[in-house]
């Protein structure tokens, strides 16, 4: 995988502190510190929950195959060592949420978690599961794209083309609008946006404790938003690996990893860790013309965020008629995925799909049966989308496989037919009394970045060298 992020980014000399050594609290010492976290679970217990505020950076997302920022095998420790960008071990696309995304959207169902405030562009909150509002991306979101008229939010199953918030190749879908859409993953001088920056400042000054992933802790304004806390007597705990400018600060600091930290955590506050289970779409059109006794079709396969945008998790699809041995297979290999043939008009047919997934994906392939008479014209109807997903999800879970599909909608006219179907393409399962985390091969999304407050690096000393509407 290209990292897209971090080669987009445009150059900065002062990177900050980089490659510093990771430390490794004793298994002794980490219980004890972890035990810190009992107060929450007293909380739990008297119903007098105070308001938890969870703070991320990199370090929760490299257990997923994300490389970080500064790790001893970092992107800027790697470019500063005149290596390069690291290799990452899947596509960014296809990266899943961690053990410590998906234990923060069981702590968030369970009322002790209020919100979550990330300096990540990788998504993975959103894909977990987590709740937008309770959200804020302080420096954007690598597969999403805003209107800036209308403020819609669009996230989208492949990496957006641009980072700066720049113009993107879409157009905003609300018929009253039709704006133009922006990226919304921000450069180096890019300010804050103001929405997401107050929202996390204000859920800073209420929190009782505020909770550090994963983060160096090096980029401001960003990094100061934890220690807004102190000021009105909540607490600043840190979880990372390296020394960061605010460990003195803090009431708690743990050298761990993250996912076996909260791991722990999540076993003292006897909470499950929900599997991850991701759904993809794709959309079917049949379009015919009568010509004479003959009808020539043609078949589609497309993206349901426009027919020009990329199906990344499909690499190829078959198309063969069981029954019809006169009519011969194809492979499609290349997208846009097109097939055009001729027919007699009274022929039906049976069609079968084969879609083959990318790298990534946790089967090889699923199908869908098509029954084609173009004398009939099928029904229309539309599903109840979040009822569709949720028996998917329960499926999937149960069987602990991916693969499962359902059709969503279809939309029949007298010359076309276009359907929406969604399948089940990974499903991932943590164990919080047996961590398996993956090493890290470097790490990327460390990204930390007022009405118009811009990203500055910060030095050891600590200090400077709406509802939401979201489409998918």
Same mark, same amino acid.
Request: a positive charge.
């Given at each position: 995988?290209?990292?897209?992020?971090?080669?987009?980014?445009?150059?900065?000399?002062?990177? #900050?502190?980089?490659?510093?050594?990771?430390?490794?609290?004793?298994?002794?010492?980490?219980?004890?510190?972890?035990?810190?976290?009992?107060?929450?679970?007293?909380?739990?217990?008297?119903?007098?929950?105070?308001?938890?505020?969870?703070?991320?950076?990199?370090?929760?997302?490299? =257990?997923?195959?994300?490389?970080?920022?500064? #790790?001893?095998?970092?992107?800027?420790?790697?470019?500063?060592?005149?290596?390069?960008?690291?290799?990452?071990?899947?596509?960014?696309?296809?990266?899943?949420?961690?053990?410590?995304?998906? $234990?923060?959207?069981?702590?968030?169902?369970?009322?002790?978690?209020?919100?979550?405030?990330?300096?990540?562009?990788? @998504?993975?909150?959103?894909? =977990?599961?987590?709740?937008?509002?309770?959200?804020?991306?302080?420096?954007?979101?690598?597969?999403?794209?805003?209107?800036?008229?209308?403020?819609?939010?669009?996230?989208?199953?492949?990496?957006?083309?641009?980072? #700066?918030?720049?113009?993107?190749?879409?157009?905003?879908?609300?018929?009253?609008?039709?704006?133009?859409?922006?990226?919304?993953?921000?450069?180096?001088?890019?300010?804050?946006?103001?929405?997401?920056?107050?929202?996390?400042?204000?859920?800073?000054? $209420?929190?009782?404790?505020?909770?550090?992933?994963?983060? =160096?802790?090096?980029?401001?304004?960003?990094?100061? *938003?934890?220690?807004?806390?102190?000021?009105?007597?909540?607490?600043?705990?840190?979880?990372?690996?390296?020394?960061?400018?605010?460990?003195?600060?803090?009431?708690?600091?743990?050298?761990?990893?993250?996912?076996?930290?909260?791991?722990?955590?999540?076993?003292?506050?006897?909470?499950?860790?929900?599997?991850?289970?991701?759904?993809?779409?794709?959309?079917?059109?049949?379009?015919?013309?009568?010509?004479?006794?003959?009808?020539?079709?043609?078949?589609?396969?497309?993206?349901?965020?426009?027919?020009?945008?990329?199906?990344?998790?499909?690499? =190829?699809?078959?198309?063969?008629?069981?029954?019809?041995?006169?009519?011969?297979?194809?492979?499609?290999?290349?997208?846009?995925?097109?097939?055009?043939?001729?027919?007699?008009?009274?022929?039906?047919?049976?069609?079968?799909?084969?879609?083959?997934?990318?790298?990534?994906?946790?089967?090889?392939?699923?199908?869908?049966?098509?029954?084609?008479?173009?004398?009939?014209?099928?029904?229309?109807?539309?599903?109840?989308?979040?009822?569709?997903?949720?028996?998917?999800?329960?499926?999937?879970?149960?069987?602990?496989?991916?693969?499962?599909?359902?059709?969503?909608?279809?939309?029949?006219?007298?010359?076309?037919?276009?359907?929406?179907?969604?399948?089940?393409?990974?499903?991932?399962?943590?164990?919080?009394?047996?961590?398996?985390?993956?090493?890290?091969?470097?790490?990327? *999304?460390?990204?930390?970045?007022?009405?118009?407050?811009?990203?500055? *690096?910060?030095?050891?000393?600590?200090?400077?060298?709406?509802?939401?509407?979201?489409? @998918?």
């Amino acid at each position: 995988m290209s990292l897209g992020y971090a080669e987009k980014l445009s150059y900065r000399e002062d990177l #900050g502190s980089v490659g510093m050594p990771e430390m490794f609290d004793s298994p002794k010492l980490l219980q004890g510190k972890r035990s810190f976290f009992c107060f929450i679970r007293a909380d739990r217990r008297a119903c007098n929950y105070g308001a938890k505020v969870v703070f991320t950076g990199a370090g929760i997302s490299t =257990s997923s195959g994300i490389p970080d920022f500064r #790790g001893p095998k970092g992107v800027w420790t790697l470019q500063r060592a005149g290596k390069g960008v690291p290799d990452a071990s899947l596509p960014f696309h296809r990266a899943a949420p961690t053990l410590t995304h998906m $234990a923060l959207v069981e702590l968030e169902r369970a009322g002790l978690l209020k919100f979550v405030i990330s300096q990540n562009v990788d @998504s993975l909150h959103l894909r =977990s599961g987590f709740p937008r509002e309770k959200l804020a991306e302080l420096h954007g979101n690598s597969f999403k794209e805003t209107c800036p008229c209308c403020k819609t939010e669009y996230l989208r199953d492949f990496e957006i083309e641009t980072i #700066g918030l720049k113009d993107t190749p879409r157009r905003c879908t609300d018929k009253n609008c039709g704006a133009r859409l922006k990226d919304t993953v921000l450069d180096w001088e890019d300010a804050l946006p103001p929405e997401e920056m107050n929202s996390a400042e204000e859920q800073c000054r $209420a929190a009782d404790l505020v909770l550090c992933l994963g983060t =160096s802790l090096q980029i401001t304004p960003a990094c100061n *938003m934890p220690l807004m806390s102190i000021k009105n007597g909540g607490k600043v705990a840190i979880v990372n690996l390296q020394a960061t400018p605010k460990d003195k600060k803090a009431s708690l600091v743990i050298h761990g990893l993250v996912d076996k930290v909260i791991a722990g955590v999540m076993c003292i506050l006897n909470l499950r860790i929900p599997p991850y289970i991701r759904i993809d779409f794709i959309q079917l059109l049949l379009r015919h013309t009568v010509k004479k006794k003959c009808v020539r079709w043609t078949l589609r396969v497309t993206s349901i965020h426009g027919v020009r945008a990329p199906l990344p998790f499909l690499q =190829s699809i078959e198309v063969s008629f069981p029954e019809r041995p006169d009519m011969k297979p194809v492979v499609l290999m290349e997208q846009p995925f097109s097939l055009q043939r001729e027919t007699s008009m009274t022929s039906k047919f049976f069609m079968l799909l084969t879609l083959n997934f990318s790298d990534g994906c946790g089967c090889s392939s699923s199908s869908i049966e098509c029954h084609v008479n173009f004398q009939n014209q099928k029904e229309s109807f539309v599903r109840d989308r979040s009822l569709v997903l949720q028996e998917l999800k329960c499926s999937a879970e149960r069987q602990c496989r991916s693969g499962q599909q359902s059709i969503l909608k279809r939309e029949s006219l007298p010359r076309a037919e276009t359907s929406t179907h969604a399948f089940v393409t990974n499903v991932v399962r943590y164990d919080a009394e047996d961590v398996k985390v993956v090493e890290p091969k470097g790490t990327w *999304m460390d990204s930390s970045s007022s009405n118009l407050t811009k990203r500055h *690096m910060e030095g050891p000393s600590g200090y400077s060298a709406s509802q939401k509407k979201l489409k @998918s």
